[in-house]
């Protein structure tokens, strides 16, 4: 499986925080839920571990969520959506996991419509939080 299977990643010259709150008001405009942001660097440094900053933002849409947990419940474990804004090297990224994925690991589910679907969806959240 190559990367740009596995995820959507672009680089922005917004700085981190910036990029973080335009994944979120992307997100809200293609109909798509907040569910929890985890802030990867607070979390690793209040156990003693430097890090840089990451952010990883889990997001959903009820419907489609609804749609692919009909067809096997074992989906939810790879769900919800994920965004991440990290910096690396002294740059910012938004990287996303691919729905299409979905397709791959249940393809008895008949995902591939609804997973291109929401892929099309999380690529537009990326570009517009670029």
């Known amino acids: 499986m190559e990367q740009q299977d596995l995820s959507y990643t672009v680089t922005t010259a917004k700085d981190f925080e910036a990029a973080v709150k335009a994944v979120e008001e992307a997100a809200a405009t293609q109909g798509m839920k907040v569910q929890h942001v985890h802030d990867v660097q607070v979390t690793l440094r209040s156990n ?16 489609y969520a609804h749609e692919v947990l009909a067809k096997d419940i074992l989906i939810s474990l790879m769900m919800p959506c994920k965004i991440n804004v990290y910096v690396r090297d002294g740059k910012t990224y938004i990287s996303a996991l691919r729905p299409t994925l979905l397709a791959q690991f249940f393809p008895h589910a008949e ?3 609804v997973a291109n679907q929401v892929d099309a969806k999380i690529r537009a959240i990326v570009d517009a939080a670029r």
Do not use: T
């Open 48 to 63: 003693g571990y430097a890090s840089d900053p990451l952010k990883i933002i889990e997001i959903c849409n009820a419907r």
């Open 111 to 113: 995902l591939k419509e």
